[in-house]
């Protein structure tokens, strides 16, 4: 359990990482507050919306007697705006990236440059990067979408659809968030999306802790584009510990645990 409070230290480290470098805190807003317009209207669409499609999706509830149709169609009709929640904070993350690829890769290689040590650049050209980056980005939202509908099948069980399910779903999009963010970092040390993946599975609870709880504020309206920068300065702090951990202590055979994070490849287009 402590993965999940190291993993929540990371995000408070990135908020309070831009809050000491203000001008590349407001740098960072810029991309997140064009997508944020264009998605503010797509949920209140969907607000508006959920209870239409609910109802046509079940004519065979027309019929049902109270209370039985009112219970059926409200659960259904908080399940899919849950589930619309569910892609736009994947989503967002995702576009906001790729909209703001040139700002949040600067933003990460400052944090990598105030921390010391290396900072490691890709070396390829912009549209390459936009092109990697949206590749991937698609990959990871087929991930989510199965995971989405496997949950939304689920929502159908009585009193686990509407609790547990949701439940799952704050914790699928939190990790898959996590992974979109540290992203940013991690292809500009040459790691391809499946070492990426392998890299977080082995440390799932602390990429939970960092995912899940921005995840939840995310749903609060505006909070998403505050932050976005430090959510990126925060990332870039995970991968660099996952990376490269800190060097564990000599237990007397000559040789310190190295950790089971795998290699950097090369890139790919």
Do not use: N
């Not at 059926?72 to 576009?95: D, E, K, M, Q, S």
């Not at 650049?121 to 590749?135: H, M, V």
């Amino acid at each position: 359990m402590s993965d999940l409070g190291a993993g929540f230290g990371y995000l408070m480290k990135g908020q309070r990482w831009v809050a000491q470098h203000g001008r590349w805190f407001g740098f960072g807003l810029l991309p997140g507050l064009v997508t944020l317009v264009v998605y503010a209207g797509a949920l209140i669409g969907l607000g508006y919306g959920a209870d239409d499609l609910v109802g046509w999706a079940t004519p065979f509830a027309d019929d049902w007697s109270s209370p039985w149709q009112g219970l059926l169609r409200t659960g259904l009709t908080a399940l899919v705006f849950v589930f619309g929640l569910f892609l736009a904070v994947i989503t967002f993350t995702a576009v906001t990236l790729l909209v703001g690829q040139p700002f949040y890769e600067s933003l990460s290689e400052e944090v990598d440059r105030s921390e010391g040590g290396e900072v490691p650049e890709s070396g390829l050209p912009l549209w390459q990067e936009l092109w990697i980056s949206a590749r991937d980005s698609v990959r990871i939202l087929l991930r989510v979408a199965l995971y989405g509908i496997i949950l939304f099948a689920c929502g159908f069980i009585p009193v686990v659809g509407q609790t547990v399910v949701p439940a799952i779903g704050f914790c699928v999009s939190g990790y898959f968030l996590a992974e979109e963010l540290t992203a940013v970092a991690l292809q500009r040390r040459g790691m391809v999306l499946k070492d990426r993946l392998v890299l977080l599975r082995g440390r799932r609870l602390l990429v939970l802790g960092f995912g899940v709880p921005l995840v939840l504020s995310f749903l609060i309206p505006f909070v998403a584009v505050f932050l976005m920068p430090g959510a990126v300065a925060g990332a870039t702090l995970l991968a660099r510990d996952l990376v490269d951990p800190d060097p564990a202590p000599d237990d007397g055979s000559g040789t310190a645990d190295s950790g089971d994070a795998p290699a950097p490849r090369a890139w790919s287009a």
